[in-house]
């Protein structure tokens, strides 16, 4: 079995990860041994800060909730709107508790295949077979 992977098997990772399989059945589709697969993930898949569409980057806990205004400022950036729409507030905020989402610490370590991709404004790991190789280029030189 090969531990490297070419581009053409990084695409049909990604779609299988996508697609949500484990990386056991990865492993049977790719003749790769699981632990490379999943290797390979953590190591190339990139973290993304983002919200989503309506959405500003918002890790509070309770910024669903919130109905506070203005905690940042002068210097915020939706001074009209409530602070769960603004990711500056969060450095102000007293009542600030950070969200994380845990299905980036256990397998498969990526945000590709989830389902609340769409309603989430946490910070996000994907993995990005272009990316990947770009990646694994520079550590290789």
Not at 39 to 63: D, F, L, M, W
Not at 95 to 116: G, K, L, M
Request: proline share 3%.
């Amino acid at each position: 079995m090969s531990a490297f992977f070419s581009y053409e098997e990084r695409l049909h990772l990604q779609s299988n990860l996508k697609e949500g399989l484990s990386f056991k059945e990865i492993s049977r589709r790719s003749g790769k041994d699981p632990s490379t697969i999943s290797r390979e993930v953590r190591k190339y898949s990139s973290e993304i800060v983002t919200g989503y569409p309506g959405q500003a980057h918002n890790t509070c806990r309770n910024c669903k909730t919130c109905n506070r205004r203005r905690i940042c400022g002068k210097n915020c950036s939706r001074r009209a709107l409530y602070c769960k729409h603004c990711n500056l507030c969060n450095q102000s905020c007293p009542d600030y508790t950070e969200e994380v989402c845990w299905a980036r610490f256990r397998a498969p370590y990526i945000c590709n295949s989830c389902t609340e991709i769409g309603k989430c404004s946490l910070v996000k790991n994907f993995y990005d077979a272009e990316e990947s190789t770009h990646q694994s280029k520079r550590d290789y030189f």
